[in-house]
């Protein structure tokens, strides 16, 4: 392995991440804002998309803050909507798994979204490509995406403050979550566990914030997987 | 909110650490074994599971209008939720709903 074709494939996932970069960094000056109207601080803020670099599980676990939730009920539901990420670890397993544990090590916490999408598009593309390739290809998705992630959070943080209360922004999170889910409703089966998840967070809203939602998250997971059970994906 | 900083902070590690693990976990120590067909076909709706449930009392029970129901912001968010299915994209599904949210916002 030459440190050129290496250098190659870093540079390519890099440049394919660019479209990324444009939900990215309002999604995170988003999260600066809302983080910091919720009552955390600006380490906290920024703290947090450091250590636990997961946009979606970021934003619920702020709003439930927001709401006064339990701690555990916090931590329960913002890891709940990261057990996605074991999916895709299972998915790269095949294609990453031989690398070094350090390069593992590093894959783990650069495995989102953004790039393992980027990843197995690549992988299933090309897969003779040979394994130094592929994981420095995983590296590159995440080389700007991982620092502007926290940089724009930090911003958000800083500026958000200087915003106007009054700008509907209690709203941007509800929209951007449905904007995340609409395109993963691809099946009856993802149908059926959307609709399960909606009435049973309505129905369970009395109990304590976030065990509702718990328990309306597995009962849809199990709607779905049946669905898909009885039907064939 | 009433949190003390250590508590955020906690917070902030346990989570930091559990998503971590989730995602290091097969990549890292599993090997080549393969998880039940059950579990992963569990583990295939997760987000749509979720999601759905957290963003819906927000849409219905507005805590900007005290609870009350409030036709802009259900009809943004079903023009979000509907573009982004539509166009298979967030972006175009957020613009959508912004859009709408501001015009019925003026025309009320």
Redesign the interface.
């Known amino acids: 392995m030459t440190s050129t074709t290496r250098k190659s494939a870093f540079l390519l996932g890099a440049t394919q991440s660019l479209p990324f970069l444009?939900?990215g960094v309002p999604f995170a000056m988003l999260f600066g804002i809302v983080a910091t109207e919720?009552?955390?601080?600006l380490g906290?803020t920024v703290?947090?998309s450091v250590?636990?670099?997961?946009g979606?599980?970021q934003f619920?676990?702020i709003?439930l803050?927001?709401e006064?939730a339990e701690?555990w009920a916090?931590?329960a539901?913002?890891?709940?909507?990261?057990?996605?990420?074991?999916?895709?670890?299972?998915s790269?397993?095949p294609h990453?798994?031989a690398a070094p544990?350090w390069q593992?090590?590093l894959?783990?916490?650069l495995?989102v979204d953004a790039s393992y999408a980027l990843g197995l598009l690549e992988y299933e593309a090309r897969p003779e490509r040979p394994l130094e390739e592929k994981i420095w290809f995983f590296f590159g998705t995440m080389v700007l995406m991982a620092p502007l992630w926290i940089a724009g959070t930090y911003l958000g943080a800083v500026a958000g403050n200087a915003l106007p209360a009054d700008l509907?922004l209690?709203?941007a999170?509800?929209?951007?979550?449905?904007?995340?889910?609409?395109?993963?409703?691809k099946t009856l089966?993802?149908l059926g566990?959307?609709?399960?998840?909606?009435l049973?967070?309505?129905a369970f809203?009395g109990l304590p914030s976030g065990t509702g939602?718990l328990l309306?998250?597995?009962?849809?997971?199990?709607?779905?997987?049946e669905i898909?059970?009885r039907r064939g994906r | 909110?009433?949190?003390t900083?250590g508590?955020?902070?906690?917070?902030?590690?346990?989570?930091?650490l559990?998503?971590?693990l989730?995602?290091?976990?097969?990549?890292?120590l599993?090997?080549?074994r393969?998880?039940p067909d059950?579990v992963?076909?569990?583990?295939?709706?997760?987000?749509?599971?979720?999601?759905?449930?957290?963003?819906?009392?927000?849409?219905?029970w507005?805590?900007?209008t005290g609870g009350a129901l409030d036709p802009a912001?259900l009809l943004?968010?079903l023009a979000?939720?509907?573009?982004?299915?539509?166009?298979?994209?967030?972006?175009w599904?957020?613009a959508a709903?912004?859009t709408v949210?501001v015009a019925v916002?003026q025309l009320v």
């Open positions: 444009v939900i919720a009552g955390l601080d906290q703290g947090m250590v636990v670099i997961a979606a599980s619920t676990v709003q803050l927001s006064n701690l916090a931590l539901a913002g890891l709940a909507v990261n057990l996605r990420m074991a999916m895709y670890s299972a790269l397993q990453l798994g544990l593992r090590m894959v783990g916490y495995n509907s209690d709203f999170m509800p929209l951007l979550f449905l904007g995340l889910v609409g395109p993963m409703l089966a993802h566990a959307a609709l399960t998840s909606v049973a967070a309505l809203s939602l309306a998250g597995l009962l849809a997971m199990a709607v779905g997987a898909e059970r | 909110m009433t949190y900083n508590e955020i902070w906690g917070l902030i590690a346990l989570l930091g559990g998503t971590y989730i995602r290091f976990s097969f990549l890292g599993i090997g080549d393969k998880l059950w992963l076909r569990h583990l295939r709706y997760t987000p749509v599971a979720v999601l759905p449930g957290l963003v819906a009392p927000l849409v219905l507005p805590e900007a912001r943004a968010a979000t939720l509907g573009v982004a299915w539509w166009r298979g994209n967030l972006l599904g957020v709903g912004v949210l916002e």
